[in-house]
T-cell receptor, first 116, second 110 residues
């Protein structure tokens, strides 16, 4: 059973370009989370999605950032018009559980975005 | 407002020693407290977790101690090894949203 797959692992973009990060959850998992991690810092919640629905996007900047988890295919985190401050590691996690969050989060290896 | 506060930020321990990392929370609605371990360049992975109906959980060299009245929980790593060098995050979920502590970078010296 493959784990959470993220790609690309490394992405370099120039200021103003768009970044698209993809996440395929573990088989059977219908809940996807995106977290951002700055160097030497913790994990900052961005968005929680279920298939075709955004459940909680309270951690995501209102502008330039968007996320989706379509019925078919991976979840996508999209960053438009990237700025240097967007440089970070973006982690996707999936979970089979719902309710009070008693389950385990399974993380991917992350996508490291560098904005020049 | 930070839901889960973690300390220390970094920790250096000699091989064979005990590593202790602490977390405190405010929201009494939390009812599940996992610890995640992250190696450089990798994603976090669940290490051990506890529910508040017990005060301690042990798995091998790793123990979680939970103090419900103080709203604190801690990770103890006994006989710490260089291979334990990693960043450790405490967490607590509420309505499917996992709140993570700021992380503790552990360095176990050989």
């Amino acid at each position: 059973n493959a784990g959470v797959m993220q790609n690309p692992r490394h992405l370099v973009r120039r200021r103003g370009q768009e970044a698209r990060l993809r996440c395929s959850p573990m088989k059977g998992h219908s809940h996807v989370y995106w977290y951002r991690q700055l160097p030497e810092e913790g994990l900052k919640f961005m968005v929680y999605l279920q298939k075709e629905n955004i459940i909680d996007e309270s951690g995501m900047p209102k502008e330039r950032f968007s996320a989706e988890f379509p019925k078919e295919g991976p979840s996508i985190l999209r960053i438009q018009q990237v700025v240097r401050g967007d440089s970070a590691a973006y982690f996707c996690a999936s979970s089979p559980f719902h309710g009070q969050g008693h389950g385990e989060l399974f993380f991917g290896e992350g996508s490291r975005l560098t904005v020049l | 407002q930070q839901q889960v506060k973690q300390s220390p930020q970094s920790l250096i321990v000699q091989k064979g020693g005990i590593s202790i990392i602490n977390c405190a929370y405010e929201n009494t609605a939390f009812d599940y407290f996992p610890w995640y371990q992250q190696f450089p360049g990798k994603g976090p992975a669940l290490l051990i977790a506890i529910r508040p109906d017990v005060s301690e959980k042990k798995e091998g060299r790793f123990t979680i101690s939970f103090n419900k009245s103080a709203k604190q929980f801690s990770l103890h790593i006994m006989d710490s090894q260089p291979g334990d060098s990693a960043t450790y995050f405490c967490a607590a979920p509420l309505f499917n949203k996992f709140y993570f502590g700021s992380g503790t970078k552990l360095n176990v010296k050989p």
